[in-house]
Nanobody
C-alpha cells in the first residue's frame, strides 16, 4: 500500500510561483508513474500533469503547459509540481496520484493511490 502526502500549497498572488511536493511511502516509488490533478470548488477533478516512472516522459494539460513542470526524485521518493506564473484560475485543491505501471495516463481512473490534497489559492 502506497501513502502519498502533498505539501507546498498556500496563498499566492497572480504571477508568482509555488512548488508542490508529494512524498511517497510504503511502496517502490520508482515503479510508479505519477500524476497531479486538481479540483476547484463545484468542479470535477481534472488532470494537470503526469510523469513516467523514470522521469523521462512528461505530459501536461494545455492550460498549464509552459507554466508548470512536473518532476520526480526517485532517491527521495518524492514528486514535484513547479507552478510558475500562477493565475486565479489555478485555484484548486491539488492531488498527487500514483499508478502501478511505468506509463502515465490522464485518466483519473488509471491511478491506484491518491494523496489527501493541498490547497492552492491564487489571488488577482
Amino acid at each position: 500500500q502506497v501513502q502519498l502526502v502533498e505539501s507546498g500549497g498556500g496563498l499566492a498572488q497572480a504571477g508568482v510561483s509555488l512548488r508542490l511536493s508529494c512524498a511517497a511511502s510504503g511502496g517502490t516509488f520508482s515503479s510508479y508513474a505519477m500524476g497531479w490533478f486538481r479540483q476547484a470548488p463545484g468542479k470535477e477533478r481534472e488532470f494537470v500533469a503526469a510523469i513516467g516512472r523514470l522521469g523521462g516522459n512528461t505530459y501536461y494539460t494545455v492550460s498549464v503547459k509552459g507554466r508548470f513542470a512536473i518532476s520526480r526524485d526517485n532517491a527521495k521518493n518524492t514528486a514535484y509540481l513547479q507552478m510558475n506564473s500562477l493565475k486565479p484560475e489555478d485555484t484548486a485543491a491539488y492531488y498527487c496520484a500514483a499508478r502501478r505501471t511505468s506509463s502515465f495516463t490522464y485518466y483519473i481512473e488509471g491511478y491506484d493511490y491518491w494523496g489527501q490534497g493541498t490547497q492552492v489559492t491564487v489571488s488577482s
